[in-house]
């Protein structure tokens, strides 16, 4: 489950704003925008830079037409103001300036509705669970298992690994399995842009499991504790010397905003020098998600957990950040993001290879 940060508090002292926190935590929540519209865009950008000149690019305009990869990678984000209980209704418009190219438009505001309404409940989601096309969008194996592996705790049949596959199948003129229902090739092309940048966010794919004491615990070894889960680091309250900071998933989400117009210049030229990834594209989500399980474990290294507190949205640990954080996660970031564009220029360009020259 994935949630927005709480807005920030002026500082209350250690113990106190770790409290307080939780307490706002508790809080209903709005749909976060995992990786931040810049990021995503930024992902988009580069795919549509490292595609220039072949017939992925033209396959891409012909779906899209005047829409860019830069605008429809925020798409699978902006349908989360899709609100079910309202008749499925479009609650927040002007809310999130990226989500402007669908909004007050009854035809585009109909697409994300329609998607919503075949994507709510094919998952049957279980008890405090999100909405299916919600969790197309993460995975939550524990870091000890050391890559993805499915059937593992916090793995499912319609987690971010199965729904890329599922995207690129509809995009291939295959299949696509349950639950998954990709109508239009548009609707699958914005989901694989999106989940290809959430694939590389660290915290959108590792997870890690916490006893009452903060201690890590191995869910596949000890069980599954539904009390031990961090959702992807939403349950861990970032407690720093100037109070609360909201929880550490939004955090990692937020970090591609911090980069300035010359760090997201360079990212096309980085993103062509990422390998291209081998063996059958099927097989690609699960290792690319492995990868960045290995990035998430350094994302939670000398972080310093505290014990269980509970909230009306279930258990929260205060996180105490390393000095160093901030500046270590810079060039992680950066990495990642063009990691991202580089295997959706990749996968596109899989989907749709160029003639080969007699």
């Known amino acids: 489950m994935q949630f927005i940060s709480p807005t920030r508090k002026p500082a209350l002292g250690s113990i106190a704003a770790a409290l307080a926190t939780l307490a706002l935590a508790a809080l209903p929540h709005q749909a976060a925008h995992a990786f931040g519209a810049t990021g995503h865009s930024a992902v988009g950008d580069i795919a549509a830079t490292l595609i220039k000149g072949t017939r992925a690019e033209r396959e891409v305009a012909r779906i899209l037409g005047t829409t860019s990869l830069h605008d429809i990678a925020v798409w699978a984000d902006c349908v989360k103001g899709i609100d079910p209980s309202k008749g499925f209704a479009y609650t927040v418009t002007g809310r999130y300036p990226e989500c402007a190219p669908f909004e007050n438009k009854p035809e585009e505001e109909a697409l994300m509705r329609d998607y919503v309404k075949r994507n709510n409940e094919g998952c049957s989601p279980k008890p405090g669970e999100e909405s299916c096309h919600k969790q197309y969008h993460y995975t939550n194996p524990a870091l000890e298992r050391g890559r993805y592996k499915a059937g593992a705790v916090g793995t499912s049949d319609h987690d971010i690994v199965a729904a890329i596959d599922a995207a690129r199948l509809r995009l291939a003129g295959g299949t696509v399995p349950a639950p998954f229902a990709l109508q239009t090739e548009r609707e699958a092309l914005a989901l694989l842009v999106h989940d290809l940048g959430d694939l590389h966010q660290p915290l959108h794919v590792g997870s890690v499991y916490l006893d009452e004491k903060g201690q890590r615990r191995d869910p596949d070894v000890q069980g599954d504790d539904p009390q031990a889960r961090t959702v992807g680091g939403n349950a861990l309250v970032i407690n720093g010397p100037n109070g609360p900071g909201g929880n550490l998933h939004a955090y990692w989400d937020n970090l591609p905003g911090k980069l300035g117009a010359e760090q997201l210049a360079a990212l096309p030229a980085a993103a062509r020098q990422v390998p291209g990834t081998a063996g059958p594209v099927a097989q690609w989500p699960a290792l690319w998600a492995s990868e960045t399980m290995a990035e998430a474990e350094s994302a939670y290294a000398n972080v310093q957990f ?53």
């Not at 509970?310 to 996180?319: C, E, P, T």
């Not at 901030?326 to 991202?340: E, F, G, M, T």
């Not at 596109?348 to 020259?357: C, E, G, M, N």
């Open 306 to 358: 505290g014990e269980r507190q509970s909230s009306l949205r279930g258990s929260r640990w205060a996180v105490t950040l390393p000095a160093d954080y901030d500046a270590r996660n810079q060039a992680l970031i950066r990495q990642q993001l063009a990691r991202a564009g580089a295997r959706l220029a990749q996968l596109l360009q899989t989907i749709w290879p160029d003639a080969a020259k007699p």
